[in-house]
């Protein structure tokens, strides 16, 4: 199914939304995978995400995020070619193409309760 102008909202076990909006997506309802196209805009949590496209794989439980990756988040920023999160192991794996650095500025806090 190609559909325009999309919100999509994921619900995960733990009670938290991944929602993301995108100019064009593709829905596959028997696999149930997505391929969101466009000005993508997505927020979990705290964090939000900016990219071009993001392919969703049902089976495998996974979102992959590509072109002009960009994550605002209260403990910093980051821009990358590619994220790949493992949405059953809760793992996110960042990559740059073509031996690029990932820029990325995080803030980091002094714990002084928790002994660093």
Known sequence: VNMENVISFFYFKDETVLEIISDKAIYNNKSL?????????ATYMDSKLFAQK????????????????????????????????DIKKQKL???SLNKKKINANINLKWKKDLGY
């Open 54 to 85: 993001a392919i969703y794989n049902n089976k495998e439980s996974s979102l992959t995020v590509t072109e002009n990756v960009k994550v605002l988040d209260s403990r910093g920023t980051m821009n990358a070619d590619k994220l790949f999160f």
């Open 93 to 95: 794996n960042i990559s």
């Open 33 to 41: 995978d997505m391929e969101f196209d466009g000005n993508i805009k």
